[in-house]
């Protein structure tokens, strides 16, 4: 099954990247500077994790191709109306046979994102966001929020380590089914560690730890705390693909979740480790 939405997932990006290429290379010749970049990414995960929520019910399976896991597709494409001012697009999917499809086939949600990024002296980012999912043949529509910082050696002044903190505001204004409205604040730091700098494979280990705040009923539960995750990622540059068909990289990573029932009562598990295998190119 995974397999055969890889594949399919896989020809729509595929052809994605096409018209984003060929719309890039009009706005370099017109401006002598592509301002349309592009990014299109798959995932195989054992798990479809919103906010803590255990959206398939994985619980304490492991493997990415285990019955109750997915695939993710995404396309986002981005225009820089500035050097610090951006705004994109980014539409992404869930892709699985778990339950019969409100969508149609194995497309079981397609979330459309749009959004405006503001940077500040590099290492600043500021990002608004707007959301439509559709799923389960309805829409949850929601406003994201959010701040990170790109620090570099700032702050641990190594060059081969950063920290790379962050907050987000996920705000969800029109429910889904018997979701609630409410508010859920994500603060989290993403420490990195470069293994060779110098190499054009540029491979990396990164530590994301994140802890979710939540409004009373937003997955259903308590106020407060409502999860927190801890997780370990390898990702590489694919530098053996010639430049000419995109910069592609790959990246594996396990994340280790803890899920309070009184937050979360629907996950079938408290504690359980998502895995996840990824490939992205970027135009």
């Not at 939405?5 to 096409?18: D, E």
């Not at 999917?93 to 002296?121: A, F, K, P, R």
């Not at 504690?271 to 992205?280: A, T």
Request: aromatic letters at 12%; one cysteine or more; a negative charge.
């Amino acid at each position: 099954m995974i397999s055969t939405l890889f594949r399919s997932a896989s020809r729509a990006c595929i052809a994605g990247a096409v018209v984003a290429v060929l719309a890039s290379a009009g706005l370099a010749k017109a401006d002598d500077k592509a301002a349309l970049s592009s990014t299109f990414a798959l995932d195989a995960t054992s798990h479809f994790i919103s906010y803590g929520a255990d959206v398939w019910g994985g619980g304490d399976e492991v493997s990415p191709f285990s019955p109750r896991s997915t695939v993710f597709a995404e396309g986002t494409f981005t225009l820089a109306l500035a050097d610090n001012l951006s705004v994109y697009l980014d539409v992404w999917s869930d892709n699985n046979d778990n339950v019969t499809s409100g969508l149609g086939g194995g497309i079981q949600e397609i979330d459309v994102n749009t959004g405006i990024i503001y940077t500040l002296d590099k290492v600043w980012s500021f990002k608004l966001a707007h959301g439509f999912w559709n799923y389960a043949s309805a829409q949850e529509k929601v406003i994201d929020f959010g701040v990170s910082y790109s620090d570099g050696n700032i702050i641990t002044h190594s060059d081969a380590i950063s920290l790379n903190p962050s907050v987000m505001f996920h705000y969800r204004y029109e429910g889904n089914g018997g979701q609630d409205c409410g508010l859920a604040v994500v603060p989290g730091i993403a420490p990195s560690f470069s293994i060779a700098p110098d190499s054009p494979y540029k491979p990396t280990i990164s530590v994301p730890l994140s802890v979710g705040i939540f409004q009373d009923n937003f997955q259903g539960g308590d106020g407060g705390y409502g999860y927190a995750s801890a997780g370990v990622k390898f990702s590489a540059n694919l530098a053996f693909i010639p430049a000419k068909y995109g910069a592609w990289a790959a990246a594996v990573s396990l994340t280790y979740y803890n899920t309070p029932e009184d937050s979360i009562p629907n996950n079938p598990e408290e504690n359980f480790v998502v895995s996840d295998i990824g490939i992205s190119v970027s135009f």
